[in-house]
């Protein structure tokens, strides 16, 4: 039996006051589920949000990181400075992270590669764009973003990956690809993942579906027998959405 997970990527939102009122909100409200629970909420409140979290099961995450473990590198945040507050998952690849910052599968390996010796959870984020999917050369541009950042992973790291497959034309969009085109494109992930990799592998790796994901549709996504979960963008920010969803699973 795969994982399951809900995350929240909280993006460029919420300040400190904000982050604790909907920590403690989604602390009180958190139903008994099989899901793992996952937020990722600003680098700046990352440390209060694990000390909010302390006595609940819901977990956090880093919605970055560099690869190197310190030095001139302004602006920046490191895997060590991450595990050193509490927090062992950091989200990579996000396309935001992609298309606004530039970051590319050879740096996308850098940093999984560091996450990894450091022992840290990965949820590894790729998706193609609208034209991909026009031209229908989204099969190949998802394969060739794992391809380039995963396949030369040893077999034992990949316990330590989480995917997340979020076509860029659904994400923030209020379009979400319907249940059967999520399913379409997970059924082919796990089936490159086998050629590649191992069968086993590809068939416990926990593949998360992420692009307008709301109450309205979680259940319908969710249902399809290689959706694992979520990685949720808006609607993470209220509580009662993001509870909604956790319990579609
Ligand atoms: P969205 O974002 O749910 O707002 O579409 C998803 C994401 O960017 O991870």
């Known amino acids: 039996m795969r994982t399951q997970i809900v995350a929240g990527n909280w993006k460029m939102n919420k300040n400190l006051a904000e982050t604790e009122t909907l920590l403690s909100e989604l602390a009180a409200k958190l139903p008994d589920t099989k899901a793992e629970v996952i937020v990722a909420p600003t680098f700046v409140n990352l440390a209060s949000a694990v000390k909010a979290l302390d006595a609940s099961d819901i977990q956090v ?97 990949w316990s330590k990956i989480i995917l997340a497959y979020e076509p860029v034309w659904a994400i923030g969009t209020g379009e979400t690809a319907s249940p059967e085109q999520a399913q379409e494109m997970h059924a082919f992930i796990r089936k490159t993942i086998a050629d590649a990799v191992t069968p086993t592998i590809a068939e416990n790796v926990t593949i998360l579906y992420g692009g307008s994901v709301k109450p309205a549709n979680a259940k319908d996504i969710f249902s399809k027998p290689d959706v694992d979960g979520g990685l949720i963008g808006g609607a993470s920010l209220k509580s009662d959405d993001f509870i909604a969803i956790v319990n579609a699973i």
């Not at 599968?105 to 193609?128: P, S």
């Open 61 to 157: 995450a880093a919605q970055n990181m560099h690869f190197e473990s310190n030095g001139a590198f302004t602006g920046e945040i490191s895997a060590d400075m991450l595990l050193n507050i509490g927090v062992d998952t950091v989200i990579l690849g996000h396309s935001e992270r992609r298309s606004i910052f530039g970051e590319d599968d050879a740096l996308l390996l850098k940093k999984v590669e560091t996450a990894l010796a450091k022992n840290m959870k990965v949820i590894f984020c790729f998706g193609e764009e609208l034209e991909d999917r026009k031209t229908e050369k989204h099969f190949e541009v998802v394969a060739s973003q794992l391809k380039n950042v995963l396949f030369g992973l040893a077999p034992e790291q």
